[in-house]
């Protein structure tokens, strides 16, 4: 089992950058697929990224590809969001997760969340 822990949210004017941090416990970081989704006001959550154990892989959704930049540290224990040329739109919960299986874009491929940071992005 892993517990995932966010941070580095806040608000921020459109056009910045943040950069948002997940710490995973435990001692088999490495054997997790890791992704991020995030959950606007009033709507479903989505998935934003997505990295393989290694990270060698990733994927990202098209609304933030060549924006957003996913990576993982795993002898930190620790996976990363970089947000760059925000937007009011990308105002949501971000939320950290972690896979035993194989990696997707799906919450389903995940087992275990972590409890969200907010970012808000400013007009």
């Known amino acids: 089992q892993v517990q995932l822990l966010e941070s580095g949210g806040g608000l921020v004017q459109a056009g910045g950058s943040l950069r948002l941090s997940c710490t995973a416990s435990?001692?088999?970081?490495?054997?997790?697929?890791m992704g991020w989704f995030r959950q606007p006001p009033g709507k479903d959550r989505e998935f934003v990224a997505a990295?393989?154990?290694?990270?060698?892989?990733?994927n990202y959704a098209d609304s933030v590809k060549g924006r957003f930049t996913i990576s993982r540290d795993n002898a930190k224990n620790m996976v990363y969001l970089q947000m760059n040329s925000l937007k009011p739109e990308d105002t949501a919960e971000y939320y950290c997760?972690?896979?035993?299986?194989?990696?997707?874009?799906?919450?389903?491929?995940?087992?275990?969340w972590g409890q969200g940071t907010q970012v808000t992005v400013s007009s």
């Open positions: 997760a972690a896979g035993t299986g194989i990696w997707g874009r799906f919450t389903r491929n995940y087992d275990y």
């Open positions: 435990g001692r088999t970081f490495s054997s997790y697929v």
């Open positions: 990295l393989s154990r290694s990270g060698g892989s990733t």
